[in-house]
């Protein structure tokens, strides 16, 4: 599967983002999907993740209450929908699939990754 990442851009703290990530190719609907970003000089983070049915949703703490993962199968997309943002949130938000339905915090479990999408928040 090929993941294709949109959505991001600057903007102001308190603001709100949505990241989309396109699949293509088939299966889009049996594959578990993860939210990852990093910023300079940092480790890349787990930021959110929904199982293939959308019945389960994951998130790091620090974006709990602020951001939602969501995803539309007939679309072949996953969304993450950031509300207000601050500038700590500021990094590469990348796509992520992954077949198997555990370790959803870990990179290295995933299969497939997109290219990323740039997300800056000013304060």
């Known amino acids: 599967v090929q993941l294709q990442a949109s959505g991001g851009g600057l903007v102001q703290a308190g603001g709100s983002l949505r990241l989309s990530c396109a699949a293509s190719?088939?299966?889009?609907?049996?594959?578990?999907m993860g939210w990852f970003r990093q910023s300079p000089g940092k480790e890349r983070e787990f930021v959110a993740a929904?199982?293939?049915?959308?019945?389960?949703?994951y998130y790091t703490d620090s974006v709990k209450g602020r951001f939602t993962i969501s995803r539309d199968n007939f679309k072949n997309t996953v969304y993450l929908q950031m509300n207000s943002l601050k500038p700590e949130d500021t990094a590469v938000y990348s796509c992520?699939?992954?077949?198997?339905?555990?370790?959803?915090?870990?990179?290295?479990?995933?299969?497939?990754w997109g290219q990323g999408t740039l997300v800056t928040v000013s304060s």
């Open positions: 190719g088939r299966a889009f609907s049996s594959f578990n």
């Open positions: 992520a699939a992954k077949r198997s339905a555990s370790d959803y915090t870990r990179a290295r479990e995933y299969n497939y």
């Open positions: 929904i199982n293939w049915s959308g019945g389960s949703t």
